[in-house]
Every structure is written in C-alpha cells, then in structure tokens.
C-alpha cells in the first residue's frame, strides 16, 4: 500500500535566522517518519516565504537544491501569517494525504509531528497540537492569550484552547476548510467547525530559536478584532441590548419631566436632559463604531479579491521533476 504523502507548511516571514536549524529538524523528523514506514518518503517541507525582507528565500531555494525533502513557495508581498499558511496549504493540497502547520520559529516541538502522524494512521482527520505549558512566553503574551480565549468563549467561538497554528489536516479535512472562501480567515477558529474526527497532542512550547517575534502588539490586536468580528455578532447584540436599556431609562425620565411640567418646575432639568444628551449620543457614536467594524467586513468580503498571489512554486517544480 502506498504511504501517506505529507508535506508540513511553515510560513516564514525574516526568518534566516532560525532556518537553517528548522531545516535540521524538519528533516530528522521526515527521516525517523519515513524509517517507520509512517510516510512517503517522497514527503516534503513546504517554506511559504511570506514577503521578507532579509535572505529568506535565498535560503529556501538552496535548501531545495539540496536537500530531498525541502522545497518552498515564494509569495509576491507581505501576506500575513494567515496568508501564507493558506497559501502553503492550496500548494500542498493536491499532492498531499495529510499536511501539518507550523511556525518557523521552532517554539512548537517539531517532535510532537510524529504523533500527529500516528493519529492519523489511527483514523483522525485533525489532530490539534495543544501546548502543555507556556512559561517560555512572556508573561505579558500568555496573559493576552488566556484573556483572549476567554472572552472568544463567552461570545460563543469555539476554540481549542492553547492550541495555535500548529495541527495536521487530513485531504478531506484540508478540502473542506479550502471550501472556506472568506476574506478574513481566523483559521484556528475555522478548523473546529469542520468537524470530523479529531484529537490533541500536547507538547511543551519552547522558546523561540532565534530572531524575535513577528506578531508585535499591534498585528496581535488586529488579529484579535479579527477573530471576534469573522464570527459573531454578540458585540453587536451587546449594544442592541444597552439601547433597549437606555430606551426604557429614556422613557422612565420622559415620564418625570412631563410630571415635572405639569407640577411646574420647568427650567430646573436642564442637568438631566444635557446628561441623557450626552449617554445618548455617546452610545450612537459606539453603535456607529461597531456597524462600521462589520460594514467594513462586508465591504472586503463582497470584493473578493485573492488572499495571495504566489510568485514562484518550487514545490510544484520540484514534483513535476
Ligand atoms: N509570519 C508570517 N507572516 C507575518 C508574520 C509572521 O508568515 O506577517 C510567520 C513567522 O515567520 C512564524 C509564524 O508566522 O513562522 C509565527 O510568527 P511568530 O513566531 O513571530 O509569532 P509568535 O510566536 O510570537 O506569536
Ligand atoms: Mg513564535
């Protein structure tokens, strides 16, 4: 019987520092999988350089050269990390059976790969990588996090909790997310709607190898936004909600300060009336910020322009050879 083919997608954005011991590792590990029979030997590396600036990509075309499992797709400009993941998996569809996602930075245990392919071979479409413990993050990053996850679940996003960009799909796993066409792709939060089954493996998060961060705090509050307002309108009924409140508020003082007239203190009410003025017009200043979040959705979703444009595919090259 043939083997799965599995190709693992890794966006790298100014990454040259840490690639070349990724490499290393994404290479022993294809090796112990291919020794187990768990995997085509066939099986590559996809580097989805997301636009950098620095040697990136130079580096990825002489590890192609060289090296059997590794090939990479170069993308024209700055995509994203979510961008390139999804740029990576498009590539990767066709020819694979199974394709996991990682970073490139080495703070997911690239070992934790072969688990995800011995739960694949036990029958699971998608295998989440779940972090064990975070204390390499900054205290700062986790706490963020933590607070993110919360929050998504109070407002009905189901997300896997400590679990990133780092899983296997499985072919009809993969075809059916591709089947997700939106412009704002929050892919983590994507994957648990595809159903199928599905397990964890849990793993130890490391530090980053080398480089810093590419997600500073502005690109993470960005991302955040993202992830509620792709996939609920509780926001919006939060503030539906607030209006039906202000209105009866508004009517309770309607009724005193018509009671007011009648008894004939009249000019005495200026206070409140300049004080539900302002709570007034305060909320429709939010409502209004809030409608516009989610018109400017629609604005990009209605246009429907590519997430990517690949530039050049050595992976497809390569196996066209
Ligand atoms: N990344 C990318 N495009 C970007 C930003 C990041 O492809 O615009 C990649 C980056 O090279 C890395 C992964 O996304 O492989 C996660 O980024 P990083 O490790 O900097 O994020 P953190 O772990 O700090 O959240
Ligand atoms: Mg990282």
């Known amino acids: 019987m043939k083997k799965p083919f599995l190709s693992i997608v890794v966006p790298c954005y100014n990454e040259e520092e840490v690639l070349n011991e990724t490499t290393k ?28 600036k620095d040697a990136t990509w130079q580096l990825i075309s002489e590890k192609t050269a060289e090296n059997p499992y590794i090939s990479g797709v170069k993308l024209s400009r700055n995509f994203g990390h979510q961008g390139a993941l999804l740029a990576g998996l498009n590539a990767a569809y066709e020819k694979s059976d199974c394709v996991v996602s990682i970073d490139a930075d080495l703070q997911d245990d690239v070992n934790a790969i072969i688990p995800f392919v011995e739960k694949f071979h036990e029958g699971f479409d998608v295998v989440y990588g779940v ?4 204390d390499t993050d900054t205290f700062f990053k986790r706490n963020t996090a933590l607070g993110f996850y919360r929050f998504m679940d109070k407002i009905g ?7 990133a960009d780092f899983r296997l799909l499985s072919k009809r ?22 159903g199928f089954p599905s397990t964890k493996v849990y793993y130890d998060r490391n530090e980053r190898f080398a480089g810093e961060s590419k997600y500073p705090l502005k690109k ?8 509620i307002t792709s996939f609920s309108i509780v926001p919006i009924r939060m503030l539906f909600s607030l209006g039906v409140i202000m209105f009866c508020i508004g009517i309770g003082i309607g009724v005193y300060a018509l009671i007011q007239k009648f008894i004939g ?19 429709q200043l939010l409502a209004i910020g809030v409608l516009g979040e989610y018109v400017g959705k629609i604005f990009k979703e209605v246009k429907g322009r590519p997430r990517y444009t690949i530039e050049e595919n050595l992976f497809e090259e390569k196996m066209a050879e």
């Open 220 to 227: 993470m509050i960005s991302f955040a936004i993202d992830g």
């Open 25 to 52: 590792q994404l290479t022993e590990v294809l090796m112990t999988l291919t020794e187990r029979e768990l995997i085509d030997p066939e099986s590559k590396v996809i580097y989805v350089d997301d636009g950098s």
């Open 265 to 283: 203190h009249v000019e005495s009410g200026w206070t409140s009336l300049m004080i539900s003025l302002w709570i007034v017009g305060g909320i």
């Open 173 to 194: 796993a993969l075809k059916e997310f591709l089947n997700y066409k939106e412009e704002n792709m929050f892919i983590r939060g994507i994957v648990p709607l595809l």
């Open 157 to 163: 996003v189901k997300l896997v909790p400590n679990h």
């Open 131 to 134: 972090r064990g413990k975070r």
